[in-house]
């Protein structure tokens, strides 16, 4: 079955940088969008943007913006994204899906999650 796993996440002081991977099984990379999200207690789903494997094109997100970096690798089936000039306010559950959908950052077209990893950012 489709298997979705974030690592990286972790306690960072405001400033700095973090990289994220995503680890997918059971899925056909070059046939999905993958993405990536933030949810923050009482808050909604965050696109912070995606990745298409089949192109390796990357989509940008309106969270964050200017502060992400997206990447993949087809052949390793990961994506990544490095969150640059963290602040206290981007401590959340930072979380990867899949969509076979070719564009749109509506959580509801994610059809396969992670389990997400938690970011903390002290001031």
């Known amino acids: 079955q489709v298997q979705l796993v974030e690592s990286g996440g972790g306690l960072v002081q405001a400033g700095g940088s973090l990289t994220l991977s995503c680890a997918a099984s059971?899925?056909?990379?070059?046939?999905?969008?993958m993405g990536w999200f933030r949810q923050a207690p009482g808050m909604d789903r965050e696109f912070l943007g995606g990745?298409?494997?089949?192109?390796?094109?990357?989509q940008s997100g309106d969270s964050m913006k200017g502060r992400v970096t997206i990447s993949g690798n087809n052949g390793k089936k990961m994506v990544y994204v490095k969150l640059n000039y963290l602040k206290p306010e981007d401590t959340a559950v930072y979380y990867c899906?899949?969509?076979?959908?070719?564009?749109?950052?509506?959580?509801?077209?994610?059809?396969?999650w992670g389990q997400g990893t938690q970011v903390t950012v002290s001031s």
């Open positions: 059971g899925i056909n990379f070059t046939m999905v969008r």
């Open positions: 990745y298409t494997g089949s192109d390796a094109t990357i």
């Open positions: 899906a899949a969509s076979t959908a070719p564009f749109g950052s509506s959580p509801n077209l994610f059809a396969y």
